[in-house]
């Protein structure tokens, strides 16, 4: 079987071939026995009518001794075809007559036979010359076979060509046969050879609904689920291939601009002051700046011109700053430079440039022309401190000293000049939020945070705004006043207030299924919040399950001690937790243990694009998929469009909250 082809084709075509072949020459041999047979019966036939006519012709003329009549009739036998000798013995075995073509032997009958040559193509025999039971003598004759044998030849060579011819025709039309009837089975080998060394399959065409049909309509069906999931797999590869890339990418990048982050820029500031101990050569500057009226861009034309904003500014100062400088986004509209080896007339040449470079950045906001400008403070290190806190927040100090000389310009670190200013502006937000929360000018609005599978309502957060005292019709949103909360501790008594009044609004309203609430990182410490809770929600008589509490997650990670405590306090009154801007920190799914949280609210920075970025998919799935496995709800901020909804049910999101869904309202619609 080794010598057979290996395809299913070739073995038919050979095997078809050798029952011809065998079949065939079975039939020729066969049919050249008949004719043979056939042959020699005429043969026989012959010779037995020989016998007879001879002896009737030469036995009357022996008994009569007539031997020139013998010789006569001797030489006329002579002349039929096929006669090789005649030569007659009489009674005494003498030879009497003869004819023949050559000479022949012997006088006597066994002189004759022993001298004659041997020649297989002649036969010879004898008949015995009686009559009436008396013997007259013997005739010898010689017959030549040669006709015989040629007729065997031509047969044999006849039967010999037809079978050939009939080989070639039958191998032919066999070939035909099994090429026609094996053609799917070997367009199927190819398709699977081609599969099995990972080439790309299309669909065989399936053809009759016979047998074979329906073994190809099989076989497309598994080759497309087999590289369906070919694909996958090679997706699954490139993905977590992408996603490793894009946690450590994100570990030391801001995500708007691609500058260094906070993390990144303290590493290289605390790397930057080791030196520093080492000798008076070591030394620097830090740049600290922020976008003048950054806020009111975004309030009036939107976040979207803020970002832009953003990134021009940060295009334009990264070209100025030097390779072995860097420019890092602390956050917000909030940047620094670090200048390792720069003087102070090195820090203040480089500030001139980049506030210069900023002011001719012209924008086009909906056909208001707008110029950019800066204000910047600038740090030494060591003059002005040799720890990296002193240096930034006296680099922040000297910003606001930048920023109360008007703005669009530098300044350089006074200390003598700082307390007062820092205390001015500090005050100023103390002042006012103070003065709101006496005059009763905070507010909460109520945004809807939707089921991904029924887009009904599920609950709504709890945002609080601020009545401009200036123009009671406008609003203050929560980026203008509680970063200067936190920084001074204000951010304590709007918490508490929104606690209360959140617990009030669930009191006021039965058939709202539950409230969220914001809390900042600055409170968890505090100990008496968790008890204000319990308290608000008995005197309200409002079931705690109705209360979750938001609190980001880089405020968690950031006093993960103090957030895990206060946790466990809100799981103990029977709240629910949310970690809010879920994902951002760099550990996220690392202290996911450690937290307790029920809910994850994924950053929006995640959803924002997810129509358009396959590697935030694969982010939001990997989120998706450790929340499912820890037994927590998911919730997606941001939700811009029906496409990124979509998605999200896709990618098997819970909640999904986002101005497509709806927008923060003063009043809830319940009911
Ligand atoms: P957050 O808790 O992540 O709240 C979501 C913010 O995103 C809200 O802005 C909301 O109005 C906005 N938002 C929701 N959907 C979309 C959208 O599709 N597109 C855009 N562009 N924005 C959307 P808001 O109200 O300005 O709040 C900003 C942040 O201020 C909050 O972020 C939260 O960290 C803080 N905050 C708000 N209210 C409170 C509060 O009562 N207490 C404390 N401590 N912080 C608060
Ligand atoms: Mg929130
Ligand atoms: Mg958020």
Not at 363 to 392: K, M, R, W
């Amino acid at each position: 079987m080794t010598l057979l082809p290996r395809s299913l084709r070739g073995r038919l075509i050979v095997l078809t071939v050798i029952v011809e072949v065998v079949m065939i020459s079975a039939i020729l041999w066969n049919s050249q026995r008949l004719a043979e047979t056939h042959l020699l019966q005429q043969f026989e036939l012959r010779r037995a009518e020989t016998s007879r006519l001879m002896r009737a012709a030469l036995a009357p003329a022996m008994a009569q001794h007539d031997y020139a009549a013998i010789s006569e009739i001797l030489n006329d036998a002579r002349q039929l075809q096929g006669m090789s000798y005649l030569v007659m013995f009489d009674d005494e075995d003498r030879r009497i007559a003869s004819a023949s073509a050559s000479e022949l032997p012997g006088q006597s009958a066994v002189e004759f036979l022993s001298g004659l040559p041997e020649d297989s193509s002649r036969m010879d025999f004898h008949i015995a010359m009686e009559i009436e039971g008396r013997h007259y003598g013997e005739l010898l004759i010689g017959l030549d076979l040669h006709f015989l044998n040629t007729a065997r030849r031509d047969i044999l060579t006849q039967n010999i060509l037809l079978a050939l011819f009939g080989i070639l025709l039958t191998t032919g039309v066999l070939t035909a046969i099994a090429l026609w009837l094996t053609r799917h089975l070997s367009a199927l080998s190819n398709a699977s050879r081609a599969l099995a060394q990972g080439e790309r399959f299309s669909p065989l065409p399936s053809g009759d609904n016979d047998d074979i049909g329906r073994v190809v309509t099989a076989f497309n069906a598994m080759a497309t689920a087999l590289n369906a999931r070919m694909v996958e797999l090679e997706a699954a590869e490139l993905t977590q291939r992408e996603l490793a890339e894009r946690l450590l990418y994100m570990a030391e990048s801001d995500p708007l601009t691609g500058l260094a982050n906070r993390a990144r820029f303290s590493a290289e500031l605390e790397r930057a002051l080791e030196h520093v101990h080492r000798g008076p050569e070591y030394h620097g500057a830090l740049l600290y700046f922020d976008i003048d009226e950054f806020k009111t861009i975004n309030d009036t034309f939107g976040h979207r011109a803020g970002d832009n904003v953003l990134l021009r500014a940060a295009n334009t100062i990264g070209k100025i700053v030097r390779a072995d400088e860097m420019l890092a986004r602390l956050g917000g509209d909030e940047f620094v430079i670090l200048a390792p080896g720069a003087d102070r007339a090195g820090a203040q040449a480089l500030a001139e440039r980049i506030v210069n470079a900023v002011r001719s950045i012209a924008f086009d906001f909906s056909g208001h022309q707008l110029g950019l400008t800066i204000s910047l403070g600038i740090a030494l290190f060591p003059e002005h401190g040799d720890s990296s806190e002193n240096i930034v927040s006296h680099a922040d100090a000297a910003m606001y000293q930048a920023k109360s000389s008007g703005k669009n310009c530098w300044r350089i670190y006074r200390p003598d000049l700082d307390d007062s200013e820092q205390m001015l502006h500090q005050l100023g937000w103390n002042d006012r939020i103070q003065r709101a929360l006496d005059e009763r000018r905070l507010v909460l609005h109520f945004q809807g945070i939707h089921s991904v599978r029924t887009g009904t309502v599920a609950h709504y957060e709890a945002l609080v705004r601020m009545i401009d005292p200036d123009s009671p019709d406008s609003l203050l949103m929560p980026c203008k006043f509680i970063p200067a909360a936190e920084k001074s501790g204000r951010i304590l008594d709007i918490d508490r207030w929104v606690i209360s009044d959140a617990i009030r609004v669930l009191a006021e309203e039965p058939d709202l299924p539950a409230l969220a609430i914001n809390i900042s990182a600055r409170s968890f410490g505090e100990p008496g919040l968790a008890e204000l809770i319990r308290s608000k929600l008995a005197a309200f008589e409002v079931e705690p399950q109705r209360l979750i509490v938001e609190l980001t997650e880089t405020a968690a990670l950031a006093n993960i001690h103090d957030a895990e405590t206060f946790m466990d306090d809100l799981h103990r009154l029977g709240c629910t937790v949310c970690l809010d801007d879920f994902g951002v920190g760099f550990s996220s799914f690392a202290y996911l243990k450690q937290l307790p949280a029920d809910v994850l609210k994924i950053d929006g920075m995640f959803i924002r694009n997810l129509a358009d970025d396959p590697s935030d998919q694969v982010f939001v799935r990997a989120i998706v998929e450790v929340a499912r496995g820890l037994g927590k709800k998911t919730v997606a901020e941001f939700v811009g469009s029906a496409r990124t909804l979509e998605i999200l049910r896709g990618l098997g999101v819970d909640y999904a909250q986002g101005y497509y869904l709806s927008h923060p309202e003063a009043v809830i619609q319940t009911g």
